[in-house]
């Protein structure tokens, strides 16, 4: 049915697909499997130009990312958000360690990894004959289909009906390179090379699929306490589901009944948005961890906390010498 298509396809991907991609130049399943957990919900220019290598230099495979421990991962993922994935990471090390599984249904069986990206790792680093669902391709297959709503279940029932198995690897690198360049949000219709099969360039390719209202997000308000005494800060270490592992300082829904205050931060996170007033104390607190000062740089911090701590040497430390001086 979509024989010709799909030879336009593979024409195009040839000319003009991301060939210099570095996970495109390797069939390694674990530097694959990292780069596909790096690039959810994360532009590939943020993964490449400035976690993708590191990360790698410091985890080189999966045995040595299994050994390490969930600090030094949490640390070489700091910046890249969604830290939840870097903790799924690292439990499905641990679980698979020393080699990465070679089918769908194993791979699916570690910690994070969805029915998409096991497809993705089956299929760039083993070729193995199988589809693959992130967003860009989502949108190709509601416009090709005219479909302006369809369930995950659909979803999967249109990329296999769309899917080449002549070329499986070269196929869902192609359709990813065109959601991302051309099927995009505005389309580039006359530039595609799905056009001809396309039932939604007859129509308006804007209404495929139906657009969502956009949902309010909540904002949190908070209070960052930044505790401070004899050149150690007062630090705690998550433990709850959201940030877990990761270090900061104190929060606190009221404001401390002393202290100075340093200035506001806002952190945008995906289902809420903080508003934090931050306050230094200098003072012991018990239900702290003390860090030196010089070491708090090793730990991994989340961006309100960093946004906290550009506060603190801005300010901050000019207030505690003083104090302490006085």
């Not at 396309?198 to 699929?209: G, K, T, V």
């Amino acid at each position: 049915m979509f024989t010709s298509t799909h030879d336009k396809i593979q024409q195009w991907y040839a000319k003009n697909g991301r060939h210099d991609l570095p996970w495109r130049q390797t069939n390694d399943a674990y530097k694959i499997y990292i780069s596909e957990i790096m690039l959810q919900q994360t532009q590939v220019t943020t993964v490449l130009n400035r976690f993708y290598f590191p990360f790698l230099d410091k985890f080189p495979t999966l045995e040595v990312l299994a050994k390490a421990p969930l600090d030094d991962v949490l640390k070489a993922w700091e910046g890249l958000g969604y830290y939840r994935r870097a903790r799924n990471l690292h439990e499905a090390a641990k679980s698979v360690a020393p080699s990465m599984p070679v089918d769908v249904e194993s791979l699916l069986e570690m910690k994070g990894v969805g029915q998409s990206t096991a497809h993705a790792i089956a299929s760039f680093a083993y070729k193995t004959k199988v589809p693959i669902l992130d967003a860009n391709v989502k949108r190709i297959l509601y416009r090709i289909f005219a479909k302006e709503q369809a369930s995950e279940k659909e979803l999967w029932r249109m990329a296999y009906n769309f899917f080449d198995p002549r070329f499986p690897y070269e196929f869902n690198q192609a359709l990813m390179d065109i959601g991302a360049s051309i099927c995009t949000k505005k389309p580039q219709c006359d530039l595609c090379p799905i056009e001809g099969s396309c039932l939604a360039s007859d129509l308006n390719p804007l209404d495929f699929p139906l657009k969502r209202k956009k949902k309010t997000v909540p904002i949190k308000k908070r209070n960052i306490l930044i505790y401070v005494n004899d050149l150690h800060f007062g630090m705690i270490q998550r433990t709850g589901e959201f940030l877990h592992g990761m270090w900061g300082f104190l929060q606190t829904d009221s404001s401390p009944n002393k202290g100075i205050h340093l200035g506001d931060i806002i952190q945008k996170y995906s289902h809420f948005h903080l508003h934090a007033a931050v306050y230094l104390l200098d003072e012991r607190h018990a239900q702290v961890t003390w860090i030196d000062t010089d070491k708090i740089e090793e730990l991994a911090l989340s961006g309100a906390d960093h946004k906290a701590l550009e506060l603190f040497k801005k300010d901050g430390l000019n207030r505690v010498d003083s104090s302490s001086n006085g």
